[in-house]
Structures are given as structure tokens and as C-alpha cells.
């Protein structure tokens, strides 16, 4: 039988547990990554209004599932996301991003800066849905000291796996008529991201 004394002690040990328990390490969020790739070129425009043409900006990379896999069963060469601060060819990658819900689809806003000499940037905006083609997104793409934007871009889902879903969006992306207004050029830019670990 506890006397009063007793019951007061009890009593604090009671309130002050709450603040002696530590968090829980499963409230940390996961770190957004991407991987993206893309290529420019006059897409149906003059070499004038164009003279530009190639690898465009690349973040990671796809790898090459026509390499085929080990005797362990893993790719040859796998797919390469960069995380968020992580290390890439000669910089380091900037991600932020978030797909949400939104009526029959999701809400994408993601970027993806590379910093150093092959660095550049990457920023989609749009309504996405689950599945059939995408219109009307709202792209940008830098590379080389030089951006394009165009605001009716079309994405796909043309290979196994691509979708978009809560908190990750993964498409291949065409962009027909980007424009630099400053230097007066209107361009193609074509090619895949892959969005991951996105705020929900």
C-alpha cells in the first residue's frame, strides 16, 4: 500500500515518461531522387530557328536493359537515381518534388538541379493520371548555360512500370516546341524522368 509520498512520486514518473521516450526513427522521410534523361534537336523546325542537336541534360541514368543480367540475376547495368545532395558526374543534384492527389489523378511539381560543368535543370508542373497520355504539362530544361520552356508537353507511358502514382511519377516526355526567347531559338526536347520518394 503506497502513502502519499509515495503516490507523488509515482505520480511524476507518470508525467514525465512521455518526454524520456524517444521518437520514432520511422517519422523521417524518405529522400527524394530522380533520374533523367534528354535530347535536343530542330524537331521539325529549321536549323535557323534550332542549331542545336544531342544529349541535352542527363541526371543518373536509365542503364541498358539490353545488357542483360549476371549470373546473379541483377542487371548489368542497372538503373542509377541520384538522391537528393548526392554526388553526379561532375556536380551535385538538387531534387524536390511532390505528387499528390488531385481529382482523377495527381498533382506533379518536381525539379532537378545538377550543378558543375554538364549540370543543369529540370522542372515539370502538371495534372497527371495513372494511365493514357499526358497534355498540357508545363516543362523547363537547362543545359549548357541555356534554358528552354514549353507549356503543353506531353508525357507517355510507353514502357513496363511507368506510371504515376502517390508520390512518384516516372514517363517518358515530349516537348516539340520548347522556346529561348532570348536567344530567339524554338527547339525539340524529348526524353524520360523518374521521380521517386516524392512528397504525398
Known amino acids: 500500500m503506497l502513502d502519499g509520498k509515495h503516490l507523488v512520486v509515482v505520480g511524476l514518473a507518470t508525467l514525465l ?18 533520374t533523367f534523361e534528354s535530347s535536343i534537336s530542330p524537331a521539325g523546325h529549321s536549323a535557323a530557328d534550332c542549331p542545336e542537336t544531342g544529349v541535352w ?22 538503373v542509377h537515381p541520384v538522391d537528393n545532395g548526392g554526388d553526379d558526374q561532375q556536380g551535385t543534384a538538387t531534387v524536390t518534388c511532390s505528387v499528390t492527389p488531385e481529382g482523377d489523378g ?35 530544361i537547362s543545359a549548357q548555360g541555356r534554358t528552354y520552356n ?3 508537353c506531353t508525357a507517355t507511358y510507353d514502357q513496363q512500370l511507368q506510371t504515376t502514382a502517390g508520390g512518384r511519377v516516372w514517363a517518358d516526355f515530349n516537348c ?21 520518394n516524392c512528397g504525398q
Do not use: Y
Open 150 to 152: 514549353q507549356k503543353d
Open 176 to 196: 516539340p516546341n520548347v522556346e529561348n526567347t532570348a536567344l530567339q531559338r524554338t527547339c525539340g526536347i524529348s526524353g524520360q524522368f523518374r521521380f521517386e
Open 57 to 78: 541534360l542527363k541526371i543518373g541514368s536509365f542503364g541498358n536493359p539490353a545488357a542483360g543480367n549476371g549470373p546473379d540475376g541483377k542487371p548489368l547495368d542497372p
Open 17 to 34: 515518461l512521455p518526454v524520456l521516450v524517444p521518437a520514432c526513427s520511422s517519422d523521417s522521410k524518405a529522400n527524394p531522387r530522380v
Open 106 to 140: 495527381f498533382h506533379v511539381a518536381a525539379t532537378a538541379e545538377l550543378s558543375g560543368a554538364t549540370g543543369g535543370a529540370f522542372r515539370i508542373e502538371g495534372h497527371m493520371t495513372a494511365q493514357g497520355n499526358q497534355t498540357n504539362l508545363d516543362m523547363s
